[in-house]
């Protein structure tokens, strides 16, 4: 699995949960990842990161909502989605900085430098 792919996307109701997945190589994992999601006329925004190591971040308007995750083992990466609202709709695509194992915090570099990215899964959250 030399590209990503990401699974998991759907219709859902605010309030709701969803779990999206993306399909890596093992090589890839070992990098920095993460969630970037980008609403119909918007720029693409990162929600999550996860390294190496395991460490994550979050950007503020998805904390306490939403969980990165990864297992090396099954060579998958995860984004628990939980308390969706409506403007959590977007196509959501992870990525991966192959340049680093660790992740900039500095989302708007993240994306620049991200060289591998999956075609994305749409998300909608109904009122």
């Known amino acids: 699995q030399d590209q990503l792919a990401e699974s998991g996307g759907g219709s859902v109701q605010a309030g709701g949960s969803l779990r999206l997945s993306c399909a890596a190589s093992?090589?890839?994992?070992?990098?920095?990842m993460a969630w970037v999601r980008q609403a119909p006329g918007q720029a693409r925004e990162v929600v999550a990161t996860?390294?190496?190591?395991?460490?994550?971040n979050y950007d503020d308007s998805v904390k306490g909502r939403f969980t990165i995750s990864k297992d090396n083992a099954k060579n998958e990466l995860y984004l628990q989605m939980s308390s969706l609202k409506p403007e959590d709709t977007a196509m959501y695509f992870c990525?991966?900085?192959?340049?680093?194992?660790?992740?900039?915090?500095?989302?708007?570099?993240?994306?620049?430098?991200?060289?591998?990215w999956g075609p994305g899964t749409q998300v909608t959250v109904t009122v």
């Open positions: 990525a991966a900085d192959l340049t680093t194992f660790s992740c900039s915090p500095f989302f708007d570099r993240l994306i620049a430098r991200a060289s591998k």
């Open positions: 996860i390294d190496r190591y395991a460490n994550t």
């Open positions: 093992e090589n890839t994992l070992r990098n920095c």
